[in-house]
């Protein structure tokens, strides 16, 4: 039986992506550059590497007979010409080449017709105050590559604010974004098999504070029809983006009802951690089943509601957890804490899901819960 999984990156979502994988019996090995990484301490081999290390994803490689990763930062080109070999990599080197550029992420939902912001390619800051003329601001700059948790972009409010937006961004590929004043943040997890199957995760809500997630809510409290042009854009994305696995999907909701594309993450995803608890099947498991083949589990609430907070670092140092009693005393409240060592500030140490009846009342468990937990 085929039953070894490779996974570039061993941080939480490897780490997750590991619990379920080993459950259903596979033999997992990661790569990552940090020794004892939150996946190296559960599953059961990790190559100490970088991500991009050529050397290091083919060993992987060789070991697995599927290959999948937690991170867009690793080396597509690779696994471009591992699938050649006949290594089933998941989702595929060329989605993970499109959603990788940012840029090339919004052309290709452009050709889609899929509506996202307005957008255009920048390189010097003559380039982005005549796109802010035309746009008018605020305006967001954002890096093409290896942006995450709000680190890629530079709001612009005002011409005056190019010089600083360009030094945060110094040295990167660059394109700017209309500033879209979304009433609220959503997100639809989306998952393909390798069979082709194709499941839907209800639309959440997501609130993000310095552009880092911060708290989902499962269901979204919006209109029946926003729900449902949510999941029809997710489903449409899902019809022209190839690749088997879970992904991401990213929306702004305005004023008027109207649902945006923001961006596609091609791996499991902060906005679906409240699934481990609040679904049957997790996006973890879900992940694991659509790139091994097996059918694809029932994406549905076990729960009326449930409530999601990230556990951010407060400050640079080692690790010293407390409070974890008070909140497990909370009836409905689940602490997942990542083995990181190291606490940095807005580092995403762990987090918190509650399930329950009402959003307003399992909203408040939650917070008291984090108030509890030091880290
Ligand atoms: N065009 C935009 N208009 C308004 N807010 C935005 C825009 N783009 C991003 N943001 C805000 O910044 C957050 C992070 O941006 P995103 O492009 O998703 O980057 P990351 O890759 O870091 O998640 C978004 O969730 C949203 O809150
Ligand atoms: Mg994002």
Known sequence: MKNRIGIVGGGQLGRMLGFAAKRLGFHVTVIDPTPNSP???????QIVADYTDEKAIRTLASESDFLTFEIELTNAKILDEITKKGIRVNPSAKTLTTIKDKLLQKQFLAKAHIQTADYKEVKTSEDIASVAEEFGYPIMLKARFDAYDGRGNALISKKSDIPAAMQKLKGRLLYVEKFVPFV?????????STKDEIKTYPVVETSHVHNICH????PAQVSAAVQ????????KTMMHLKGAGVFGIEMFVTKKGDVLI????????????YTIEACFTSQFEQHIRAITGLPLGDTNLITPSSVMINILGNRNGAVSLKGVEKALAIPGVSVHIYGKAETKKERKMGHITVVGGKTKDIYKKAQQARRYIQI
């Open 228 to 235: 449902k042009k949510a999941q029809q854009l997710a489903q």
């Open 215 to 218: 708290t989902v809510v499962a």
């Open 184 to 192: 609220k943040e959503l997100a639809v997890m989306v998952a393909r």
């Open 39 to 45: 996946a190296g301490q559960v599953v059961d081999r």
């Open 262 to 273: 923001n961006e596609i993450a091609p791996r499991v995803h902060n906005s679906g951690h």
